[in-house]
């Protein structure tokens, strides 16, 4: 059985965004693979977080897996920080990674843009999250594109250590959405939709209400032409909306057109409402029941257990391979 990481960070609102490019993935994954998902805390605190919110956060997401269709007794649904290896494999990682490969991150230079300040971790995030990969032997990480070049320092990284320490680690796949891989904000489709943007109207939050939901899109920026036409190049923002229609649909992006053929974007867009409205009323109360249930921390300590039972052996095999003295 093939195995198969991933993880978010608990770092604001989770958008419709994760949900496409990585969560949805994560569900149908779970059914013929060794699963572990994550919430990733060390990664949040690369920029500053308040205690009470990061807290919040992670609670959400660990809530909002199960809600999405997580199942925690067959994926391994944990927090980052629970599991100490990820840690220690960090640091070993950051001894692995050269600066200039630190440097050409974009996710670094757009988080570090206009700060006159940034932490080293923000510089160091993607060695974190190498090890967080390579920890497990994953073959398979599902991710949204804006994760790939991560991925790709993550098979260089295994290659050098295994080039230099002899085969230890799996080099993985990254497992990007056909359709969906970068959901763009619904008032700037040059823009990926992201849960730290400051604008609520960019992004749905999977835990938007449905009013909500039918404001944002019935604002949502499109052409000026009357076409439902998928022409990413030409028509950005109606192709954005019909790569979402079709991820909260069974419709295909041609029965997409044909429906809409000839009406405009008026009924598009209240359609495409509804169908998001449809798919995140059930989870949403499916996630106040968990929230309430008290059963979160069950689930973070059994996740927590089989993790670390995963990824132990692997940390030792790694250190012994690079000379370190096993312990007694
Ligand atoms: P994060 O928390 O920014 O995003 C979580 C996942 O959601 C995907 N995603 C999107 N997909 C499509 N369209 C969008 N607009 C969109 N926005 C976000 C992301 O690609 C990601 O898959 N560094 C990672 C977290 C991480 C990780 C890992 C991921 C840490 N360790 C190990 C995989 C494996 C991040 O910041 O994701």
């Not at 998902?37 to 992670?58: G, K, N, W």
């Amino acid at each position: 059985m093939k195995t198969v990481l991933s993880g978010i960070q608990p770092s604001g609102k989770l958008t419709i965004g994760n949900y496409i490019g990585a969560i949805k993935n994560y569900v149908a994954l779970q059914k013929d693979h060794d699963c572990y998902f994550m919430a990733v805390d060390l990664h949040a605190i690369t920029v500053p977080q308040d205690p009470a919110a990061l807290r919040e956060q992670a609670e959400m997401i660990i809530a909002l897996y199960v809600a999405a269709g997580i199942d925690p007794d067959k994926a391994a649904i944990f927090m980052q920080s629970h599991v100490r290896a990820h840690a220690e494999l960090g640091w070993i990682m950051t001894t692995l990674t050269y600066m200039g490969e630190l440097e050409r991150m974009t996710q670094f230079k757009d988080k570090s843009a206009g700060k006159e300040s940034v932490g080293a971790g923000l510089f160091v995030y993607p060695s974190l999250q190498v090890a967080d990969i390579l920890l497990y032997n994953a073959d398979l990480v599902p991710i949204g594109e804006d994760q790939k070049q991560h991925l790709e320092l993550t098979r260089d990284v295994a290659h050098r250590f295994n080039t230099r320490f002899g085969d230890t680690f799996t080099v993985p796949e990254p497992y990007i959405p056909e359709l969906g891989a970068r959901i763009m904000s619904l008032d700037d489709a040059t823009k990926k939709m992201s849960k730290s943007n400051p604008n609520p109207g960019s992004y749905i939050a999977l835990l938007d209400s449905p009013d909500e939901i039918r404001k944002k899109l019935s604002r949502a920026v499109t052409d000026s032409g009357r076409e439902v036409r998928y022409d990413p190049v030409n028509k950005p923002e109606v192709s954005n909306l019909m790569g979402i229609y079709a991820n909260f649909s069974d419709l295909t992006l041609k029965e997409i057109e044909a429906k809409y053929d000839g009406q405009g974007y008026g009924a598009f867009k209240k359609d495409l409402a509804e169908a998001i409205v449809a798919k995140l009323e059930p989870l949403q109360s499916r996630y106040r029941d968990i929230r309430e249930s008290g059963d979160i921390a069950r689930i973070l300590k059994q996740g927590a257990e089989k993790a670390a039972a995963k990824a132990e052996p692997i940390l030792a095999l790694a250190k012994e391979r690079m000379g370190f003295i096993p312990s007694a």
